[in-house]
């Protein structure tokens, strides 16, 4: 009986039949694929070309375990339903994919535990580095976990302690915020309150930046700064609070994107007309800073570029580990339709609160100076 060789066409194409095909070794067939130096052009064409012929694809999960590399980079974001953290990740993306790395995205959903959890779980994935964008900077789970790790870890917007070999991509939020502040000074404003979040580099950034808008006008700081979540919820009540006041604010800045749905719920509740009653600036643009009416002027940053900036300064690292020093990235103020000079009632009532401070302490003063 003749034997049957019909089983030969469905054998499983293996890296053999591409060397075959190609009339090279096995060994270079393997380095070109892996992606390793050494090929020359016209030899890893030729490997090219045939492993596409015969629809062989290699299996990089088990290259990777063998180089001790899994071509894949963790990443754990605080809040990924955040548009300004999706434009990151984004930007990440772009340039790993290109160099032939996955991202695996992690999720903490602000809770400095689930940080730590989310990083260890990617450890244990043995990915080849980490992006990081925790809650906090100093919960003890996260910073533990990030001792933990040998892989290059790259921080965003964060810093941390210096015993902890991190690298650190920053945007510059003291320039951003600054100069938002100082155009609202110079548009007559005085009582400015400043909504933030936790207590992170960007929370600190932003409110030395607006003292320093005080400052460099020369003028007495009359900042009122609202700390709690970035959250519409903490949005609303910030406003709330704030325009409640005896001394409110005649502008308001928020200190996140995720802020301004509940500011501006308690804007419209109370029948407010920005850039007339009150003045209002967010940081970080979305949609809705865009197409609301009028138009809310926004401290600007461009978050895909951080994303890129990350990849790029992880990347580096994985190839050459050494000492890098921090990037940091630019912010800018775009003023729009919310934010404009104080309104003339609001003048009158802000020179009507100051003249009677001002006759209450020469009061005080006289009476001192009787006795």
Known sequence: MSKDTSDDSRAPTGIKAVAA???????????????????????????????????????????????????????????????????????????????????????????????????????????????????????PATLAALRNTKAPVVLIDRTLPPDIRAH??????????????????????????????????????????????????????????????????????????????????????????????GALAAVHRRGLQLGKDLSLVCCDDVPLSRFHQPPIATVMRDATLLGQRAAQLLLAQIAAPGASEPVTLPTWFEARGSCAPLHASLRAAVDGVKHKRTSSSSSRNADVTHE
Not at 191 to 220: K, N
Not at 221 to 231: D, I, K, N, Q
């Open 168 to 261: 650190y991509v920053l945007s510059d939020h003291y320039r951003g915020v600054g100069d938002a502040a100082r155009y609202l000074l110079t548009a007559g404003h005085r009582r400015i309150g400043l909504v933030v979040g936790r207590d992170v580099r960007p929370t600190r950034e932003r409110i030395r930046a607006v003292e320093g808008a005080y400052d460099s006008l020369g003028l007495a700081r009359e900042l009122r700064v609202h700390r709690g979540t970035l959250s519409p919820e903490h949005g609303e009540a910030a406003l709330d609070d704030l325009l409640n006041a005896a001394d409110a604010p005649s502008a308001i800045m928020l200190g996140g994107n995720q802020l301004l749905e």
């Open 21 to 139: 095909l190609a009339g090279v070794g096995i060994a270079s067939v393997s380095r070109v694929l892996s992606g390793q130096p050494g090929s020359s052009p016209q030899l890893t064409q030729r490997v090219l070309d045939a492993a596409r012929q015969l629809g062989y694809a290699p299996n990089a999960l088990a290259q990777g375990l063998r180089r001790r590399a899994t071509r894949s980079i963790g990443f754990v974001g605080s809040d990924i339903t955040n548009p300004l953290i999706a434009s990151i990740v984004s930007g990440t993306e772009s340039v790993l994919s290109v160099a032939g790395f996955s991202v695996l995205l992690t999720n903490s959903g602000g809770v400095p535990s689930v940080d730590a959890e989310r990083i260890e779980v990617l450890l244990q994935r043995q990915v080849d580095g980490l992006i990081v964008l925790p809650a906090l900077e100093d919960d």
